[in-house]
């Protein structure tokens, strides 16, 4: 299975469960993967009340500290190069974004009302990044931002490199990585297993409803978590 191969009904699917949940599910069909391929520090997220996103990642470096050494013609081209690579490729998509200015990251805003607009416009379902993010009650609706910090300047802000490898709070994604994010963070799934995410992700479910009922119980006790805990194993 290739980014252009993820029957919709998969992606439909992977869009119903949870960052946490997928997460969950994703230990039980890639346990190697159980301590990396998901954010491992705090992101903002400007709308927690919607639903999780799924798409494909578009990515990119940006820096805010000191104006870029390209010249402006240079600049131009660059920028047009970007947002042409920022709309090409398998829908839905997420813009994964590593600001790099060190201790000074979220120095500037690459995000804010016109680039919510333009990369919404260009199939995007929203951004995950270390930087910061600014204009939050005009920014595209039912774009989805999950950022560093919020900060009321863009500075010097630019791109400097697009279609790379980057981290995002520990999180490392490649062009075309297959990524599901909420309110909680964001997670690579690799794709040779997507389809297998909510058969798992249910499983996972059941074994923890046991628990769960009978914690909720009154008369809950140590003896019937003991109980649960051998029922959990039960189930397949």
Known sequence: MTESTV???VMQ???TLDTPTVCNALELVVPER??????????????PEMEPIVGFARTATVSAIKPSDLSAAEAKI????YYEYMGTGPAPLINVIEDIDGEYVGYGAWWGEVNTSIHHGLGSLGVITNGSIRDLPDSSPGFQLLAGSVSPSHAYIHVVEFNLDVTVMGMKVKHNDLIHADQHGAVVIPIEVAG????????I???EAIIISAAREPGFDINRLRQAWKGD???H
Do not use: M
Request: glycine share 6%; charged share 30%.
């Open 7 to 9: 029957p919709p009904n």
């Open 13 to 15: 699917e992977l869009a």
């Open 34 to 47: 159980r301590g990396e391929g998901y954010t491992v520090r705090p992101l903002f997220c400007l709308r």
């Open 78 to 81: 660059l920028n047009d190069q």
């Open 196 to 203: 297998k995410v909510k058969a798992a992700a249910e499983k």
């Open 205 to 207: 479910a059941a074994q």
């Open 233 to 235: 194993k039960e189930i």
